[in-house]
T-cell receptor, first 112, second 114 residues
Framework: NAGVTQTPKFQVLKTGQSMTLQCAQD?????MSWYRQDPGMGLRLIHY???????DQGEVPNGYNVSRSTTEDFPLRLLSAAPSQTSVYFC???????????FGPGTRLTVL | GQQVMQIPQYQHVQEGEDFTTYCNSS?????IQWYKQRPGGHPVFLIQ?????EVKKQKRLTFQFGEAKKNSSLHITATQTTDVGTYFC??????????????FGTGTRLTIIP
């Protein structure tokens, strides 16, 4: 099993550009989530999904969209990148909301 | 909203010394998880505590969940260089019936002086 995979590993964007961060898992987990990690602020939940076709907002959803058309994939879209979105983004999956989370390797995003 | 505070933010210890990080919640938790993130890496699950007053051990690591299920601690005995990293607690809160959210603490970064 590859576990949770994320692409790209690094990305540089200009303000106003859009892009999609990819996340996939091969463990048949129902629950998937996106976090951003900034220095001194821990991990903050952006969006999450409890199953295919269902998504909900987390703590910091503004400027991001998600969809969950399959169990395996949970892409995160930045609609119009801003410097405040410079961060490290982690995708995670788990069998259920109350179970341990398996994190992907992360995407380091810089917005100029 | 629900908050999970973690202290200290940083801890530098001599190799062989003990280390403790504390996690406090403003509201009662359903359970608490602990994760470790090595420098440049991603968070890796260590353990989950569910019961009030629960204590679990993993070799040199001891995890405790408070009686009121609002606080938790991670204690490492005789630290080694392999313990370097940031330790996060993450608390599950009941938002509404059948729906829980996981909130991470701000983390404690542990560095070891050889």
């Amino acid at each position: 099993n590859a576990g949770v995979t994320q692409t790209p590993k690094f990305q540089v964007l200009k303000t106003g550009q859009s892009m999609t961060l990819q996340c996939a898992q091969d463990m048949n987990h129902e629950y998937m989530s996106w976090y951003r990690q900034d220095p001194g602020m821990g991990l903050r939940l952006i969006h999450y999904s409890v199953g295919a076709g269902i998504t909900d907002q987390g703590e910091v959803p503004n400027g991001y969209n998600v969809s969950r058309s399959t169990t395996e994939d949970f892409p995160l879209r930045l609609l119009s990148a801003a410097p405040s979105q410079t961060s490290v983004y982690f995708c995670a999956s788990s069998p259920g909301q109350n179970n341990e989370q398996f994190f992907g390797p992360g995407t380091r995003l810089t917005v100029l | 909203g629900q908050q999970v505070m973690q202290i200290p933010q940083y801890q530098h210890v001599q190799e062989g010394e003990d280390f403790t990080t504390y996690c406090n919640s403003s509201t009662t938790l359903s359970n608490i998880q602990w994760y470790k993130q090595r420098p440049g890496g991603h968070p890796v699950f260590l353990i989950q505590l569910v019961k009030s007053g629960e204590v679990k051990k993993q070799k040199r690591l001891t995890f405790q969940f408070g009686e009121a299920k609002k606080n938790s601690s991670l204690h490492i005995t005789a630290t080694q260089t392999t313990d370097v990293g940031t330790y996060f607690c993450a608390g599950h809160f009941l938002v509404n019936f059948g729906n829980e959210k996981l909130t991470f603490g701000t983390g404690t970064r542990l560095t070891i002086i050889p």
